[in-house]
């Protein structure tokens, strides 16, 4: 039989009772019966040449030749388990749902997505986009760019980064009321908020020294990029962050009118269901969001929460 392999089935059987030192463990493992492993394995002895197993009444041990069979067999399994599952993540992973807050993916992960498919173009990312920033849809996404306030039970979450607010003002509006010297002349003007995060404004008023500012004529919008088209419109005043604002700070068509930039109360941070960041193509698109950030001079970190 030089050159052959002996029968998989065979080899199966025997690895299954040396594992368990039993043909019946094996048997009812491969659910098979009892004869049909005596039958394997004594075929297998045959083409070998060797006995592997000492009988017993209630269990079999290897022999010399049959623990030295084992080792090589066991590990040739092992091997092609661990390939299985490999080709059997790689088969499910060629697309990967991404949740982003749509104020960060309009203006900030849109532009960087074609970097991420030119390093891993077999991965296909699907974006799917909500105007809660903070909330992950499990279940229907594999991963996240969320602003964490609380951290859920059950979820993985990777810091990137603590943004900073600050208000933006049209030129057009800056010219019908009059100039502003100091943050606390903002009171004087429509305010423009965003619902889900209703305390903008006064934690940026009190990081100004503005106490108890009466906030006049505010209106809500359900999201910071709808906030701030408002603002480009003349409507108000926006609160932003600098991620969020560049190209619109740069083009002219909002000004930052204080120097002032506030923390925020939570973090930026990769997030995704526990357990799952092991997974090869969460952990590249974790690591590839994490390179994003730490390069972008408008996204100010911290080495720690």
């Known amino acids: ?9 065979a080899i199966r059987a025997f690895e299954a009772a040396a594992r368990h030192s039993s043909f019946k463990v094996a048997a009812e493992e491969l659910n098979v019966t009892h004869s049909s492993i005596s039958h394997q394995i004594k075929g297998l002895e ?3 040449g060797v006995r592997l197993f000492d009988r017993h009444t209630r269990r079999v041990d290897l022999t010399d030749a049959g623990r030295l069979y084992f080792v090589p067999i066991r590990q040739a399994f092992d091997r092609m388990r661990d390939a299985s599952e490999a080709v059997r993540l790689t088969a499910h992973a060629q697309t990967l749902t991404v949740q982003v807050y749509v104020t960060m993916a309009m203006r900030w992960f ?5 970097d991420f498919h030119a390093r891993h173009p077999d991965i296909d990312v699907q974006l799917s986009t909500t105007d809660k920033d903070w909330a992950f849809n499990r279940g229907t996404v594999d991963a996240g760019f969320l602003y964490v306030r609380n951290k859920e039970p059950g979820m993985y979450y990777k810091f990137l980064y603590r943004g900073r607010m600050f208000p933006v003002i049209s030129p057009t509006l800056l010219d019908r009321f009059g100039p502003l010297n100091a943050p606390r002349d903002l009171i004087t003007y429509p305010l423009l908020s965003v619902y889900t995060a209703p305390d903008d404004w006064s ?8 106490p108890d500012p009466p906030v006049l004529n505010s209106i809500s919008y359900d999201s910071y990029i709808i906030a701030q088209e408002a603002a480009i419109a003349g ?5 932003t962050e600098m991620a969020f604002v560049r190209s619109d700070l740069e083009s002219g068509r ?12 939570g973090n930026w941070c990769f997030a995704c269901e526990k357990g799952r ?25 911290a080495a720690a929460e």
Do not use: C, H
Request: hydrophobic share 40%; net charge negative; charged share 25%.
């Open 110 to 114: 849109l532009t960087r997505l074609p």
């Open 277 to 301: 960041e092991r997974e090869p193509r969460i952990k590249e698109f974790e690591s590839w969001l994490a390179d994003q950030v730490e390069n972008d001079p408008d996204m100010v970190g």
């Open 235 to 239: 409507e108000g005043v926006a609160m």
């Open 1 to 9: 039989m030089t050159g052959q392999l002996p029968s998989l089935s």
């Open 203 to 210: 934690i940026y008023f009190d990081a100004a020294g503005v």
């Open 46 to 48: 045959t083409e070998l």
């Open 254 to 265: 909002l000004i930052s009118p204080f120097d002032l930039r506030v923390s925020r109360p």
